[in-house]
């Protein structure tokens, strides 16, 4: 029997529904969700990440301001203008879109935010509270991949999780949410020695590796829940870190690519514009 799907367009439904109230209430107090989102050059349009934000930032009814800069700009240029971003009482939160011309270094912007409006919660301020078990803005991936596996319904206190990549906007916060869920949790990376095996042990496998199709049923234990984090391009369309036909026969639970983490993340990062404006009051 093949493996449940964990339905990310579903629980973004959901999630959207919640948030959707508390909007609504803020702005009958005439507090409205305010979301600048910074991209840089002229080939963004087609960014899905850009066109979800755009679609749920409407859907919530949330404001939603892109401010395009030109790929020339310096990296002075670009501090001044966050600069003046963090003082705009009006905007609760910002986010800074990949790709940056190289001369750009994406962690001096990221942590020159003011970190109440690090909606994608990667500033070095978010994420050491979020290593010390302090409330913060979570990155928005790491959060959409633990509520995938809770909408399982599985109970995940105790489980072996193994989680493949350790970025800092995927793996390693995904790492710190699960061992805060009381998992006993494996980071894996390319030098990883026997990497099979510890997938084979895990009753969680959470796959941000950015390979298409790289973790292959066989490695899967049977009853696994499988987390396909990957965003690759094929031909045009999406596939994912995991190969899903041979994944889904061995697994319980699997996250299909594209439908599973994708929405959930953008939802997620709404939710997080929400919690800034709420931290702002
Ligand atoms: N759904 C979403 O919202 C979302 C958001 C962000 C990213 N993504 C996708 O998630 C995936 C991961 O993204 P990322 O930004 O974390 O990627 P990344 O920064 O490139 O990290 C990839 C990780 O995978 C590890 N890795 C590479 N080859 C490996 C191998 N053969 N065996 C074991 N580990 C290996 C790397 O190890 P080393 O550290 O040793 O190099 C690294 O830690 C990508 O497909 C990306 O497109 C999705």
């Known amino acids: 029997m093949g493996a449940k799907i964990l339905d990310g367009k579903l ?4 999630l959207k529904q919640q948030l959707q109230g508390a909007i609504e209430d803020l702005r009958n107090i005439n507090r409205i969700v305010s979301v600048v989102s910074i991209t840089v050059g002229s080939n963004t349009s087609s960014s899905s990440y850009l066109k979800s934000q755009k679609k749920i930032a409407q859907e919530l009814g949330i404001q939603y301001q892109e401010l395009n800069f030109s790929d020339a700009i310096r990296q002075g240029d670009f501090l001044n203008q966050i600069q003046q971003i963090n003082q705009d009482h009006k905007v609760h939160g910002v986010i800074i879109n990949k790709p940056l011309p190289n001369f750009i ?4 912007l990221v942590n020159h935010l003011d970190p109440i409006k690090d909606i994608e919660g990667l500033g070095e301020r978010n994420l050491g509270r979020l290593l010390l078990g302090k409330s913060s803005l979570v990155p928005c991936t790491a959060a ?20 493949i990549g350790r970025s800092e906007i995927v793996g390693k916060p995904v790492a710190l949410l699960l061992l805060k869920q009381d998992m006993t949790v494996t980071i894996c990376h390319s030098k990883t020695e026997n990497l099979e095996e510890h997938i084979h042990r895990a009753d969680i496998v959470v796959a941000a590796v950015g390979r298409k199709r790289f973790v292959q ?6 009853g696994a829940i499988v987390v396909d984090v990957g965003i690759n391009e094929e031909n045009g369309k999406i596939v994912g870190d995991v190969d899903f036909d041979s994944c889904q026969e061995k697994a319980s639970f699997i996250s299909p690519v594209p439908g599973g983490v994708g929405p959930v993340t953008a939802v997620m990062l709404m939710r997080n514009a929400l919690e800034a404006l709420k931290r702002s009051l």
């Open 11 to 14: 629980l973004a439904g959901q």
């Open 105 to 108: 270094d994406y962690s001096v």
């Open 144 to 163: 959409a991949t633990l509520a995938l596996l809770k909408s399982s319904d599985v109970i995940l206190k105790g489980k072996e999780a193994v989680i």
């Open 217 to 222: 049923g066989a490695w899967i234990k049977p």
